[in-house]
């Protein structure tokens, strides 16, 4: 795991936090859509620091998105992105319908790269809490399992 704080400089910080975001099938607000790609660039930024090359960001085909995509010595890391606001006592989670969704499009997105359909691949979530002017994060490597999971 790899954890650490980096500041986030954006105008979303002055906005108030919207919950339309943490209710399933509602579209999430402007202010939570800003939060989420606040807490996205954080944690690009976050991984370029300790050396690894992003890829893509939102990534997206048909049917699924990829927050993320960085490489570092051999090891591909398909990056979710799950922003909290506040501490909280438990992780996010990735239900599995997310996990095949993720795995379908992790899938698309080798295909799209054949120069690295042989990589090592880890399935990442970071978890982002806090406000974007002091964001902290936790990166859990190897979440889910796309063959068995997925």
Known sequence: MVAGSLGTAGACSELPFSSTCLVRGVR????????????????????TAAGWTVLAHGWSVQGGELDLVAIRG????FVEVKY????????PTVS???R????????????????????ECSFVVAVVQGE??????ELIFDAFDAATDG
Request: glycine share 4%; no cysteine; hydrophobic share 45%.
């Open 100 to 119: 095949r969704r993720l795995s379908r499009t992790a899938e698309q997105f080798l295909a799209a790269s054949p120069a690295l359909e042989h990589e």
């Open 96 to 98: 599995p319908a997310q």
């Open 132 to 137: 974007p002017s002091a964001f902290t994060h």
């Open 84 to 91: 909290r606001r506040r501490s909280a006592t438990s992780w």
């Open 74 to 77: 051999g090891l591909l890391a």
């Open 28 to 47: 999430r607000s402007g202010t939570a859509k800003a939060l989420g790609q606040a807490a996205e660039r954080h944690v690009a930024a976050a991984l």
